[in-house]
């Protein structure tokens, strides 16, 4: 059974920082290409970061670049991102994604809340 499990969500203010991170079981993680999505209220779901299956190649969404840094260890099955200078904007439910050819894996979310 597969499960990608998210945590280190929370309520944080503008500026801040927070790591989340998504433990992956039941794959073989290090041929997945991981990701981090989030999906605001009221709005579709959005790509945020991805890393691919070694770490070589990394993308990030414009509105991240330079404050997000998606990383993983194929070792301990999981998948990070390290998001600081954190805006009330980046406020979402954070999805990890896990995807290899047509297999397609996604966590429950966490909830991330940037407010004064």
């Known amino acids: 059974q597969v499960q990608l499990v998210e945590s280190g969500g929370g309520l944080v203010q503008p500026g801040g920082s927070l790591r989340l991170s998504c433990a992956a079981s039941g794959i073989v993680f290090s041929i997945f290409t991981m990701g981090w999505y989030r999906q605001a209220p009221g709005k579709e779901r959005e790509l945020v970061a991805i890393?691919?299956?070694?770490?070589?190649?990394?993308n990030y969404a414009d509105s991240v670049k330079g404050r997000f840094t998606i990383s993983r260890d194929n070792a301990k099955n999981t998948v990070y991102l390290q998001m600081n200078s954190l805006k009330p904007e980046d406020t979402a439910v954070y999805y990890c994604?896990?995807?290899?050819?047509?297999?397609?894996?996604w966590g429950q979310g966490t909830q991330v809340t940037v407010s004064s």
């Open positions: 994604n896990a995807k290899f050819g047509p297999d397609d894996y």
């Open positions: 890393i691919s299956s070694t770490g070589g190649s990394l």
